[in-house]
């Protein structure tokens, strides 16, 4: 049977799949908007329930889209068509094969966290750009990072454009969000070192033993770590800057530390 299709911007439902880019109405719908293929099968592959999955016919035909999700016990609770227009409006890749997913919101806590025996963990203190954010977790996710902790954020972990920006990454890796004091808290109890990167003092990544369970605390650009995270410190990092410039984006730096600690492990 073909798939109801919607074609009024004023419907209900692309009015709150467009409102999804706030954080107040995600809240609000318990919902957060995926888009992409590859994308949605992570989010499903991960425990996220799909609400709703929009495509478009025009794009996807609906054989192929069937074919792709398959009805099954964690598929999608209904699949709606839409116009190439209304499509267009909602989505960031426009006229290609697509799909857009309203997902149910998931609480993100300490507790939920499973660790390995030497976790290494990536705490994110403050971040502040989902591009960034997205690009650290496809790092961490590359490395093989036991969770990313996002404290005190200034930026929504739903945003659409930290999902995009991530690849997936958002769903294959085990992600927290916590108040700094909650996490450190946290790592004492589990006896996990912390490190924080310092421009001022303190030792070269290189220099660091990161092989025992560890946090790699990363700051914001602008700001960088806050006293909390510099009292809790087992360890205060700095990456040597050869040239006039006296930092690097923060998603390169968490780069950097984290495959010198996969170096170190392995």
């Not at 969000?177 to 990544?205: C, D, P, Q």
Request: aromatic share 6%; net charge negative.
């Amino acid at each position: 049977m073909p798939h109801k299709l919607i074609s009024s911007p004023q419907n209900p439902l692309i009015k709150l799949a467009a409102g999804l880019q706030t954080p107040r109405d995600r809240r609000k719908a318990g919902l957060f908007l995926v888009e992409g293929i590859r994308e949605t099968h992570f989010a499903l592959q991960s425990g996220y329930q799909v609400e709703t999955l929009l495509y478009c016919p025009d794009f996807l035909p609906e054989e192929k889209l069937a074919a792709l999700f398959p009805e099954t016990a964690d598929s999608p609770t209904e699949i709606i068509a839409l116009t190439p227009a209304l499509f267009n409006a909602l989505a960031y890749r426009k006229d290609i094969a697509n799909v857009l997913a309203l997902c149910g919101l998931q609480t993100l806590g300490l507790d939920k966290l499973s660790l390995s025996d030497r976790p290494l963990l990536l705490v994110l203190e403050s971040v502040e750009k989902p591009g960034n954010l997205g690009a650290m977790l496809r790092t961490a996710d590359a490395a093989g990072v036991d969770a990313v902790i996002v404290c005190d954020a200034h930026t929504d972990v739903f945003n659409p454009n930290v999902i995009r920006s991530s690849l997936g990454a958002f769903f294959t890796c085990q992600i927290a969000v916590a108040s700094s004091a909650e996490a450190i808290g946290w790592m004492k109890e589990h006896n996990i070192r912390i490190f924080t990167t310092y421009l001022e003092g303190g030792s070269t990544h290189w220099d660091c033993d990161f092989r025992s369970a560890s946090a790699l605390v990363m700051g914001t650009e602008a700001h960088g770590i806050t006293a909390p995270w510099l009292e809790a410190a087992s360890a205060r990092v700095k990456i040597p800057m050869r040239g006039q410039i006296d930092s690097m984006n923060v998603s390169n730096s968490a780069a950097v530390l984290i495959y010198e600690a996969l170096r170190q492990r392995e």
